[in-house]
């Protein structure tokens, strides 16, 4: 018998990642943050909680969340736009000291 050539294993792990998120609003804005947010936000601020298109995000401070509070209809239209349809009314900015 014949052994086939190896192949990468990380198709197969990102497919596998990828059937683990919950398919919710939050779960496709997780998936979409840092792209929308950028590396720099990213680094400072989460997506941990969605209720009726109310998304929260957790900030390291409250000067992140204060600055997050004022860019939110740019970074509420940019999430819809990646996500590709009208899940998030708008964001709730905390700080979480995490």
């Known amino acids: ?3 086939s050539a190896p ?12 059937g683990l ?6 779960g ?5 943050w840092r792209e929308v947010a950028g590396d720099a936000i990213a680094a400072e601020a989460q997506p941990i909680g ?5 998304v929260t995000i957790g900030c390291r401070s409250a000067v992140w969340a204060q600055e997050l ?10 999430l819809n736009a990646a996500i590709g349809e009208e899940v998030v009314r708008s964001l709730r ?4 000291g995490a």
């Open 93 to 96: 900015c905390v700080a979480t």
């Open 50 to 54: 969605e209720r009726r298109g109310v």
């Open 7 to 18: 192949r990468p294993l990380a198709g197969a792990v990102e497919a596998l990642a990828a």
């Open 28 to 32: 496709a804005v997780q998936r979409v």
């Open 69 to 78: 509070d004022l860019m939110g209809a740019d970074l509420v239209a940019r």
């Open 21 to 26: 998120q919950p398919a919710t609003a939050l």
């Open 1 to 3: 018998m014949r052994r």
